[in-house]
């Protein structure tokens, strides 16, 4: 069985709930602060490993209190630490939780966003089947190093979440990726953007002219749509679930999504196992679930 390879962010989120966001000059008092391991890509790894999915974990980690935090966490979760430079900050997310749940970021990058061709040698693309990649990473600096990467390495099928800043990615970046036939894994806001349509329907199909690859919207409680093929499109029907906060359920969304491809699965009984995980991970507090979770064992 080939693998999957996932490089992106491991980081620390530090969670605040609040009845509503803050406006100028206000003085709110939080409900309670957390702090939890995050990071798109290391939340999607850990769907991964959960689901005994056969992967490549790629996430450079760096020194400082939260440095710390992520190095202990990997390790405790059982994940290798292939990269890691403590002379350099690891950096972390402030998540803002309202009382509907839903969740508003601030992150501060350190070295997890950051990428090095010379990270890659000791692995070898044609033992992937798969590849995940985050906009998160792309917009830095070095973000241009891991476009050409993937413009190089071609074996891999690109799974590709931009994320809400993606339609800003500088240069051509954005352009360069969609050229390498990426399956699309995006938000309704995102399709819009995205697509420039003003429909779901009519913005994936326009992704699709594009990339000629899935274009996968997620639409929260009502679950996904899927523009498959040119004669193939579909809604997938979302599970019902009482939000607590909608942190990493994009990113457990894909991690599903890709674990059920490799076991085997049709797309759309992919996305349906994803709709399932995603609608636990917004009725806990937090981006990972339990390792015993049954959703992993149903696939």
């Not at 996932?6 to 939080?30: A, F």
Request: charged share 20%.
């Amino acid at each position: 069985m080939k693998k999957i390879l996932v490089v992106g962010s491991t980081c620390v989120d530090i969670i605040l709930k609040l009845d509503h966001l803050p406006v100028t000059g206000e003085d709110l008092h939080p409900k309670s602060q957390t702090m939890a391991l995050g990071g798109c890509a290391c939340n999607v790894a850990h769907v991964l490993l959960y689901s005994g999915s056969q992967f490549t974990f790629l996430s450079p980690v760096g020194g400082g209190i939260y440095g710390s935090f992520v190095k202990d966490a990997l390790t405790a979760h059982g994940f290798p630490i292939p990269v890691y430079l403590p002379e350099k900050e690891n950096g972390c997310c402030y998540c803002l939780v309202e009382a509907s749940g839903e969740r508003t970021f601030l992150s501060l990058h350190g070295v997890e966003y950051t990428f090095q061709k010379e990270w890659m040698e000791p692995y070898r693309m044609e033992d992937y089947a798969m590849a995940y990649l985050c906009g998160l990473e792309v917009e830095e600096p070095t973000g241009e190093a891991l476009v050409e990467y993937f413009e190089k390495e071609r074996g891999p099928q690109l799974f590709f979440a931009p994320g809400p800043r993606g339609i800003r990615l500088s240069g051509n970046r954005l352009n360069r990726i969609l050229a390498l036939s990426p399956v699309l894994h995006i938000n309704e806001q995102e399709a819009l953007e995205l697509g420039g349509r003003d429909s779901v329907a009519d913005s994936a199909a326009a992704l699709f002219q594009i990339t000629g690859s899935p274009v996968i919207v997620t639409l929260g409680e009502r679950g996904a749509y899927c523009h498959e093929s040119a004669e193939v499109s579909y809604s997938v029907p979302g599970i019902p679930s009482q939000v607590v906060d909608t942190i990493g359920a994009g990113d457990a969304h894909i991690g599903a999504v890709l674990a059920s491809l490799q076991k085997g699965k049709s797309l759309y009984d992919s996305i349906a196992a994803a709709n399932r995980v995603a609608a636990a991970v917004v009725s806990q507090e937090g981006a990972i679930l339990p390792e015993d979770s049954v959703l992993f064992r149903e696939g």
